[in-house]
């Protein structure tokens, strides 16, 4: 019988992981699957090696070489969980800001300028917060209040982009959706002590499921994580992300092995059916 066979796609500094992947990779391998890890620690890689020999591959981490090697399996028709075309999309937020709107998730309202400068008149209704329109994990999030704050920002080559403040109450709340598993944590922003970093799970209300779903739907995508705050009693989503970490989630590798399992196979199958049909 053909073992299942997972890709990660992975980072250069993989090694130094402490998150949940190498403990991931060990229920994987339990379970009899071939887990590789893809990147190119050592010299240079050859890209006419780079063809799909996994039945499933995971992006573990968007760098930017790790996204180009997703790109070019994705060419050649591979199966990967987080599909390259949404990864890159969810990688944009002025694209993925667009996209959940139009599926009617709340969200902030939303600007983009090419000069800081072009901002000023927005603050007459109250804060900005500003992010790198291709940013993760926080970088470069700044709340700007006045004018002058504004005219302190450097002009660069890169679109500003801009949604408006909204003054959370308590703690953000991330939901972690894993196929048809929902995992809510809390956490606070920006993180200052590994407890921050690891969060309190919780049960997401009825409402804050339905937001998240709605977002998966508008990607066609269910592994994935939205972040969520609330102000005033109302619940706006301030970022999405198709790699999510899990972190907070109890037996996060347990669940997740289960999913990519599940999908490996279904992955399998789709590909011996097309041989099949090609043969016929």
């Known amino acids: 019988m053909t073992r299942t066979r997972i890709g990660f796609l992975v980072a250069s500094r993989f090694a130094q992981s402490t998150g949940h992947v190498p403990a991931l990779m060990r229920v994987l391998a339990d379970a009899g699957v071939v887990v590789d890890v893809i990147h190119p620690t050592q010299g240079a890689l050859d890209l006419s090696r780079v063809r799909v020999e996994h039945d499933l591959y995971f992006l573990k981490k968007a760098s930017r070489l790790s996204l180009s090697i997703a790109g070019a399996l994705h060419a050649q028709g591979a199966a990967i969980i987080n599909p390259y075309p949404v990864t890159i999309a969810l990688h944009d937020k002025i694209v993925t800001a667009r996209i959940l709107q139009s599926a009617g998730v709340p969200v902030p309202a939303t600007y983009v300028a090419s000069r800081p400068e072009l901002l000023a008149p927005l603050l007459a209704r109250g804060p900005l917060v500003l992010k790198p329109y291709r940013g993760s ?124 399992i599940a999908a490996a196979e279904r992955a399998a199958r789709g590909f011996r059916s097309q041989l099949a049909g090609a043969h016929a």
């Open 137 to 260: 994990d926080g970088v470069g999030v700044r709340v700007v209040k006045s004018g002058a704050e504004l005219a302190a920002l450097p002009a660069g080559r890169d679109p500003m982009f801009a949604q408006r403040y909204h003054a959370p109450q308590g703690r953000d709340r991330k939901i972690y959706v894993v196929g048809e598993r929902l995992f809510g944590v809390k956490k606070v922003f920006p993180p200052q002590t590994e407890q921050d970093r690891r969060g309190e799970p919780f049960t997401p209300r009825p409402e804050l499921c339905e937001i998240a779903r709605r977002c998966g739907r508008a990607f066609g995508i269910d592994l994935y994580s939205v972040d969520i705050i609330e102000s005033e009693g109302k619940p706006y989503v301030v970022d999405m992300c198709s790699i999510p970490g899990c972190g907070g989630v109890p037996d996060a590798p347990q669940h997740l092995a289960s999913y990519l």
